[in-house]
């Protein structure tokens, strides 16, 4: 494969592989003492999240993760890795909550699906070497984000009212969290390299997704597995 080196933007990415790895010893740190089988469940689940970030972020401050595309007779730097981070951690993300409201299966399944679809076709839209045909894949997985969104907000009242009210809360809570933060991600990447109009810069593209990043993985792993005794509600609803 095609390797490149990262320009000063590493600097970004260095952080992301620090951050994600402090998190990881966090959310290991706090799981240690955790007896309750449904409990360790979210940590099991929490702790994988920044730890495959931890990887990605590595391999694209080192180089590995990054490639460059022609696109109209112009090279463009692409941190494809991402996207490998995205596609196992998004599915954790979800999974997290979902279990968290108690959804069904079949809720699950649809909501991993409509993910691993956006990914991928972001991922093409990433390497696709002609704008407009670019631009196309980017509709095409921002639709499937609204339409999981859309679905995760249908499931989760559906399923979260048969919880009880600090569960419900903090259902919500992250819910709302996770609907701000992942509508962020396709505006930066139009507007970032991968739109080619290159309104925001790889250097700030860079920070702006490590940012996301961190705040959608350690800040909501955080707000997930600080609230031991609402968990412990989860596990005896039934
Ligand atoms: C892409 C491509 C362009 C269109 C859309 C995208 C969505 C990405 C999302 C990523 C979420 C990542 C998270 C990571 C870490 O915690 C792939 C940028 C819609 C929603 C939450």
Known sequence: MLQATPGSESIWLWIGTIGMTLGMLYFIA???????????R??????????????????????????EIDVAGETLSIYWARYA???????????DLALL????????????????????????GALAQTPAIRIVWWG?????????????????????????????????????????LWLAYPVVWILGTEGTIEFIPLYVETAAFMVLDLTAKVGFGYVLLRSHNVLDEVAHVD
Do not use: C, H
């Not at 706090?30 to 360790?40: A, F, L, N, S, Y």
């Not at 702790?47 to 180089?63: E, H, K, L, R, W």
């Open 30 to 40: 706090r799981g240690w003492g955790v007896t309750d089988k449904e409990q360790q």
């Open 42 to 67: 979210f940590y099991v689940l929490t702790i994988f999240i920044p730890a495959t970030a931890a990887v990605s972020y590595f391999a694209m401050a080192t180089g590995f993760g990054l490639t």
């Open 85 to 95: 981070d995205w596609l196992i951690t998004t599915p954790l993300l979800l999974i």
């Open 101 to 124: 409201a108690q959804a069904s299966r079949n809720t699950i399944y649809t909501l991993v699906g409509l993910d691993v679809l956006m990914i991928v076709t972001g991922l093409i």
């Open 140 to 180: 095409v997985s921002t639709a499937l984000l609204v339409f999981l969104l859309y679905v995760l907000v249908q499931s989760l009242n559906e399923a979260a009212s048969r919880q009880t009210e600090s569960v419900r809360s903090l259902t919500t809570t992250l819910r709302n969290m996770l609907i701000v």
